[in-house]
C-alpha cells in the first residue's frame, strides 16, 4: 500500500505504521508520501511536533473510533459474486429507503440481509442507505460522519457492506448511498487540521461550508463518490442538501459529479445514478449538460410530500401553509413543483422555476409520503401512522405508488409502524451531547411543545425505541396495509400507465369543498375519497385495486366509502 496525504499547511510529516515511525517527503500541490514498499495495518499521521496521531483523511477503516489510527483495507480481495449484474435504470423503479441502525433489533448490515426478500415481495428495486460513513459515537443519523471514505464500524464495516451489496445484487435489487458533502459533523473532523478543507467565514445550517475553490478538495468529494460506485459496486448515489453546496466555479461540483459519474458508468457498462436532495426547486439540478443544465439524473421533490401530507392530515403550520387546497396536490402531479416562481409565505420570497414538462420526463423526481427528515424533523419522530387510519395510509401509498414520479418508501411504511423514528445522536463528549439535547428541545419548546415530551436524542432509549418491530407486520391492519404494498408492486409491474413518466400522460380533478380526487394516468384512473363521508365520483370502469372489498364500479360511475381509494381501467 502506498501512504499519501494532502496537508499543504504542514512544514513536517510523519507516517505512524504499527508504531513506527517514517519521515514523509513533499511530492507537490501539498501532497506528502512515504517511502515506497512499506507494509503494515494500523497507521496515522504525525503533523509537525504533534504527538499524537490523526487518522488518515481517506482512511477506509476506523475499527476503534474517529479519533484513533486507521486500518489498510484493500476493497480488491473480495470476491463478488455479481457478475451478471447489469445495474437498473431509476425510471420505472422504487426506492426504499432505510437506516441500518434501527433497520433491525442488531442495527448491522449482515442482519438487514435477512430482510432483503421482503423488500423484493413489495417491488422494491432500490435500496437506499442512509449514510454510512464513519462517525463519533454508537449510533448517530449518519449525517454527523466526519471520515467520508470509512464505513461505520458500528455496522459492520466495509467487508460487510461488501457481503450487503453483493446480496442485494443477488436479489436483483440496486443501491443507493446517501452521502454528504455539504458539511462534516461536530466531533473527530480533523480535515481543517490538513489543510483548507472547510470555507472561511461560511456556514450553512449543520456547520462550516466545504472548500469548493480548491481542487483537491473537490477531488476529495468526486474520488469519494467514485469509490462508492466503483469499490462498493453501488449503483447510485444520493446527494445531501446541494443547495447548501457553495460553489461558484465555471464547472459546478454536481456537473463535475455528473460528468465523472457518467464516464464510470461508459467503462462499466452498467447504469450509475446521482439522485440529489434539492430545496431549490430549480429544474437546471437535472436538466442534461448539453441543454445548460448540471446532468444529475434525479432529485428529491419535497413539494409532493408538502401537498400530500396536508391533504390527509390537515396539518396547515410551517411550510405547510401553502399546500392547504387539492389545487396544490393537482399542481404538483402534472407540473412537478408546485412553487416554481410562485410566493412561498415559509420563505417569504418567490421560490423555484418552471419545469419543462414537454420534455422532462418525470421520473427525475423522487417523491414520498414519509422519509427520515418528514419524520425525524418532527419533534417526537411520529410517523404518519400516528395520525392516520388504515384507510388514509393506504391513501398515501396509492398516490405515491400510482403517480408519475419515483416513489420512495420510508422503512416500515408499507405495513404501518407504530414505532416512531426520532432524531437520536450518542455524542461521546458530555458537552456536546448535553448542548445538543438542550438545543432540540428549546427549538420545538419555542414551537409551543411540552419539553418533556420531546425524547432526549442523547437518550438511549431514544434510539431503541426508533428500530422497527418487525412482528407487528403480519397482525391485523399492520398485515392488511402490507398486502396492499405488495398488490400495488404486482400492478405497476403489469400496468403500463403506472410507471409511464410523461407529464402529459397524467390529468388530474378535485373537488376541495368534497375532498375527492381523480388522478387519470392514460387509459387507468386513481380515484380517492379524503373526505370522512361516502363519496360518487362520475368516473367508471374495472376495479384493478380498491382499498375496501366493497368498492364498486360501474360504466359510468364509482362509490368510495369515507377515507378509501380505487384504481380503476376505464
Keep these: ?161 461488501q457481503r450487503f451489496v453483493d446480496a442485494c445484487h443477488q436479489r436483483g435489487l440496486a443501491v443507493i448511498q446517501d452521502v454528504v458533502y455539504n458539511h462534516l459533523g461536530p466531533s473527530g473532523n480533523y480535515l481543517p487540521r490538513f489543510g483548507p478543507y472547510l470555507r472561511s467565514g461560511s456556514s450553512n445550517t449543520w456547520g462550516d461550508s466545504v472548500n469548493l475553490d480548491v481542487p483537491q478538495v473537490r477531488s476529495y468529494i468526486v474520488d469519494n463518490a467514485l469509490m462508492w460506485l466503483r469499490d462498493y459496486h453501488v449503483d447510485a448515489l444520493r446527494l445531501d442538501a446541494v443547495h447548501a453546496l457553495v460553489d461558484e466555479s465555471p464547472v459546478h461540483i454536481l456537473e463535475q459529479l455528473a460528468t465523472e459519474t457518467d464516464a464510470l458508468s461508459a467503462f462499466l457498462g452498467r447504469p450509475l445514478t446521482l439522485i440529489a436532495e434539492s430545496d431549490l426547486n430549480d429544474p437546471k439540478v437535472v436538466t442534461p449538460r448539453e441543454a445548460g443544465g448540471y446532468g444529475v439524473h434525479a432529485q428529491w421533490s419535497d413539494d409532493f410530500h408538502h401537498a400530500l401530507h396536508v391533504a390527509l392530515t390537515g396539518e396547515i403550520t410551517g411550510y405547510y401553509a401553502d399546500f392547504e387546497h387539492l389545487e396544490s396536490l393537482a399542481k404538483v402531479i402534472t407540473r412537478g413543483f408546485y412553487h416554481d416562481g410562485t410566493y412561498s409565505s415559509f420563505r417569504e420570497h418567490d421560490h423555484g422555476s418552471p419545469i419543462d414538462t414537454e420534455h422532462m420526463p418525470a421520473w427525475r423526481l423522487v417523491v414520498a409520503d414519509q422519509n427520515h427528515d418528514q419524520i425525524g424533523n418532527r419533534a417526537i419522530g411520529d410517523r404518519l401512522t400516528a395520525q392516520l387510519d388504515v ?118 380533478e378535485f373537488d376541495d369543498d368534497e375532498k375527492w380526487f381523480m388522478m387519470h394516468r392514460g387509459a387507468t384512473s386513481v380515484v380517492v375519497n379524503f373526505a370522512a363521508h361516502p363519496a360518487v365520483l362520475a368516473v367508471g370502469g374495472r376495479v384493478l385495486l380498491a382499498t375496501e372489498s366493497d368498492i364498486a364500479a360501474s360504466s359510468t360511475a364509482v362509490v368510495l366509502p369515507a377515507h378509501s381509494a380505487a384504481i380503476l381501467a376505464r
Design 391 to 508: 384507510g388514509q395510509l393506504s391513501i398515501a401509498a396509492i398516490l405515491t405508488l400510482a403517480g408519475p414520479f419515483t416513489p420512495m418508501l420510508f422503512m416500515g411504511e408499507e405495513w404501518g409502524a407504530s414505532t416512531p423514528w426520532q432524531f437520536f445522536t450518542a455524542h461521546p463528549e458530555k458537552e456536546l451531547g448535553e448542548a445538543t439535547a438542550t438545543g432540540r428541545i428549546a427549538e420545538f419548546e419555542k414551537m409551543g411543545w411540552d419539553p418533556d415530551v420531546v425524547p432526549d436524542p442523547q437518550e438511549p432509549s431514544t434510539f431503541a425505541d426508533s428500530k422497527l418491530d418487525w412482528s407487528e407486520s403480519g397482525e391485523g391492519d399492520h398485515a392488511r396495509l402490507l398486502e396492499l404494498y405488495r398488490s400495488l408492486a404486482r400492478l405497476r409491474a403489469t400496468v403500463p400507465d403506472l410507471t409511464d413518466p410523461r407529464f402529459g400522460h397524467t390529468t388530474c
Design 1 to 161: 500500500m502506498s501512504f499519501e496525504v494532502w496537508a499543504p499547511e504542514v512544514s513536517r510529516l510523519t507516517l505512524l505504521l504499527d508504531g513506527e515511525r517514517h519521515p514523509m517527503t513533499e511530492t507537490g500541490e501539498g501532497w506528502w508520501a512515504a517511502d515506497a514498499g512499506l507494509s503494515g495495518s494500523d497507521y496515522g499521521y504525525l503533523l509537525d511536533d504533534d504527538e499524537h496521531p490523526l487518522p488518515d483523511p481517506r482512511s477506509r477503516r476506523q475499527p476503534v473510533s474517529v479519533h484513533e489510527l486507521s486500518h489498510t483495507f484493500d476493497a480488491a480481495e473480495f470476491e463478488w459474486s455479481d457478475a451478471s449484474w447489469n445495474g437498473r435504470q431509476l425510471a420505472g423503479g422504487m426506492i426504499y429507503e432505510l437506516h441500518i441502525g434501527t433497520f433491525t433489533p442488531e442495527g448491522t448490515l449482515d442482519s438487514a440481509v435477512q430482510k432483503l426478500d421482503h423488500l423484493v415481495s413489495i417491488g422494491v428495486d432500490f435500496v437506499e442507505l442512509l449514510p454510512m460513513n464513519a462517525f463519533n459515537g454508537d449510533h448517530n443519523w449518519g449525517y454527523d460522519g466526519v471520515l467520508w471514505y470509512a464505513v461505520d464500524e458500528t455496522y459492520g464495516g466495509p467487508i460487510a457492506y
